[in-house]
Every structure is written in C-alpha cells, then in structure tokens.
C-alpha cells in the first residue's frame, strides 16, 4: 500500500487510569477502500477513531493523513478529512437543510458539495425542510453523514455507520460507502456488525481490549478462518452420515428430537466436493446447503472468545448467510 495511503496509524496508543484503552494500534487504509474496525463493547473502537479524528489527544505513536503528520485537534479541521464519532448533534429547532448550512458555512470553502444534494445522498431530500426534533434516530445518523459529506471528503471516518438504521437504510448506507470509495474516497469504518464489514470492507482490523488481534484483507481473512462448517438437509441423513464417515469428512447430526434439523459437516471447499459427490453416489440427495457460520464470525469468534453484538444492527442470521 506504502506511499498512497489516505491514512497511517502507527503505534497509537491512549490508556485512561490504568486502563489501556488503545495499545500501539497500527492501520493504513489505502485511497479508494473501506477498512472495517471490528470489536465489541469497549474493545477501544470510538477511542481509535477520535484519536484518529484529533479528538482526542494520544499517549503515543502517529497519525499520518495523506502523508502528513497531523497533531491532536488538526485533523478533522483538515480539508479532505470528516466523519463522526458517537451520535452526530445538531440544533433540533432548525430544519436539516438549515443545519447542513449552518455547517457549511462553518467549513467555508472547504464544504464543496451543497446542502441539497448531501441530503440527496442519505436519501433525506423530502425530510429537509422538517425540524431535526421530528426526526428518528436513523434519520439523524443519516443527517450525520450528510453533514459528513458536505466537504466530499478523501478520508471519511464513521463511527458505526448503521446502528439504528433499519435494514433498507442500513444497505443504502452501505452502497454509498461502496461508491464513495469507488470515486476514489478511503473510507474507515467502526461496526459490531460482521455481516456489514464482511459485504463493504476490503481490509479488516479486530480489536480485542485494545489491542490488534487480527488484520488483514477479505480473502486473508477467508484463509485464516477455522474450516467452515455447512447445514446440509438431505433426503437421508442416516445414509449421508454413513457416506461422510467413509469418505473421512467430518459430519454431526442435528437434533434428531426436534426432526427436521440439518446435519452440520465441516469441510473446507475440496472436502465439500468430495461430500456432497460421495452422497451423489450413494444415492442421497442433497435439498439444501448453506453455510453455517460465515468466516468473518468464525475468525471473531475464535479471536475474541464470543460473538460480537449483531442485534442494534438489524441484520440477523439471514444478513450473516447472505454475506457469506
Ligand atoms: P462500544 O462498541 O461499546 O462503543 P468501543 O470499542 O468504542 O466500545 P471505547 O469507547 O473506545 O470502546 O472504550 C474503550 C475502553 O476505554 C473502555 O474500557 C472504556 O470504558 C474506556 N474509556 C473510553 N473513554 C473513556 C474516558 N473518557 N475515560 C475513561 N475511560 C474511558
């Protein structure tokens, strides 16, 4: 990645008391990607990024944007730099479109893009001339990106994004991240939500009591989960067992009490091949595969020792499946 990075972290480091929020984090996210920052509850997440922000003031270690060293409180003054941490504010007398130009002003000839057509990107046009109070928690994260987006930022930083956006928001959310990184944008984004880094994000960081536990891109990551493991209904699961067993693949019934319940085999893509053709041969049909836990929960799971928090997201099992 090297010189062209949108931002350098290195080494950052930020303990409140005794407690070591943030310990000598390292992270470059490459111009036109979307880097996920995955953690759980008080992992260090929002501490990285108001460092990140100039928020807040580190112990130790850098942050570079666009090759430059910038100190605590320059960056998000910086004029290709914005994002927010925690839940956006504004004055919730005045309307959104007063808002975002009140903000506008604020950021003078930094803020290249209009009012009008922020709000048209959070899919908040018809709601700009409500007042803030009138709007739900979603709307206001939307208005919160809005206002991010005003100066069309190179290096967009984003606190979790989605929470409390309903699923359609939440996708469209993540469609414009998607785009804004296809127009060159270097996108880092903070979740609790696998499914959600697992679609948008091209490099992924775990964080585990502040400290990095795993980095590394999508297909990296796909490699260094455990060996996936399948629910798999077939017309004969008695015979499918018996099938796997010879075959060395590693198979275990479902809940024979509840009936119905899949099988659960463990294969990685060459033994799942040989399992799903050795039950053709023995006869057995196959009526349904799909994957059991995706490989993004799998890694989190076996890093941090329990599954992240998915249920502000709104993206239940299904999210998870379809991002697998
Ligand atoms: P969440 O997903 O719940 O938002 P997070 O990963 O963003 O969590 P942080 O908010 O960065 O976690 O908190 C990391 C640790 O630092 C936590 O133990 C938290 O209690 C502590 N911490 C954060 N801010 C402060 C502060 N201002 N003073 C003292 N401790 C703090």
């Given at each position: 990645m090297g010189e062209d990075a949108a931002l350098d972290v290195r080494a950052l480091t930020k303990t409140f008391g005794?407690?070591?929020?943030?310990?000598?984090?390292?992270?470059?996210?490459?111009?036109?990607?979307?880097?996920?920052?995955l953690g759980r509850n008080g992992a260090g997440k929002t501490t990285l990024l108001r460092m990140i922000l100039g928020l807040l003031a580190s112990d130790a270690g850098s942050v570079r944007v666009f090759g430059r060293e910038a100190a605590a409180g320059d960056v998000v003054s910086r004029k290709a730099v914005a994002g927010f941490v925690e839940e956006p504010r504004f004055y919730p007398y005045l309307s959104a479109q007063r808002n975002l130009e009140l903000l506008a002003r604020l950021d003078g000839p930094a803020a290249s893009v209009a009012p009008e057509a922020a709000l048209e990107l959070v899919e908040l046009a018809d709601r700009r001339r409500d007042k803030v109070s009138t709007f739900?928690?979603?709307?206001?994260?939307?208005?919160?990106?809005?206002?991010?987006?005003?100066?069309?930022?190179?290096?967009?930083?984003?606190?979790?994004?989605?929470?409390g956006l309903d699923p359609a928001n939440a996708a469209g959310v993540r469609a414009l991240l998607r785009r804004l990184a296809g127009e060159g944008a270097a996108v880092l984004v903070s979740s609790h939500n696998m499914a959600?880094?697992?679609?948008?994000?091209?490099?992924?960081?775990?964080?585990?009591?502040?400290?990095?536990?795993?980095?590394?891109t999508q297909s990296e990551l796909h490699d260094a989960a455990p060996v996936p493991a399948w629910r798999v209904w077939t017309s004969d699961d008695a015979r499918a067992i018996a099938a796997a067993q010879a075959l060395s693949v590693r198979v275990e019934a479902g809940s024979r009490s509840?009936?119905?319940?899949?099988?659960?085999?463990?294969?990685?893509?060459?033994?799942?091949?040989?399992?799903?053709?050795?039950?053709?041969?023995?006869?057995?049909?196959?009526?349904?595969?799909?994957?059991?836990?995706?490989?993004?929960?799998?890694?989190?799971?076996?890093?941090?020792?329990a599954a992240p928090d998915t249920t502000e997201s709104g993206v239940g099992a299904a999210g998870a499946e379809a991002a697998a």
């Open positions: 005794d407690r070591l929020a943030v310990n000598r984090v390292d992270l470059r996210v490459a111009q036109g990607s979307v880097y996920g920052l739900s928690t979603g709307m206001r994260q939307r208005l919160g990106l809005a206002a991010a987006l005003l100066r069309s930022p190179r290096l967009l930083v984003l606190d979790e994004p989605t929470i959600e880094v697992a679609e948008i994000c091209d490099r992924v960081l775990i964080i585990k009591e502040g400290s990095t536990v795993w980095e590394g509840t009936g119905g319940a899949p099988l659960v085999v463990q294969a990685d893509d060459p033994q799942r091949d040989i399992f799903v053709l050795g039950l053709a041969r023995a006869g057995v049909a196959v009526r349904r595969m799909e994957p059991d836990v995706p490989p993004l929960e799998s890694l989190f799971t076996a890093l941090t020792g």
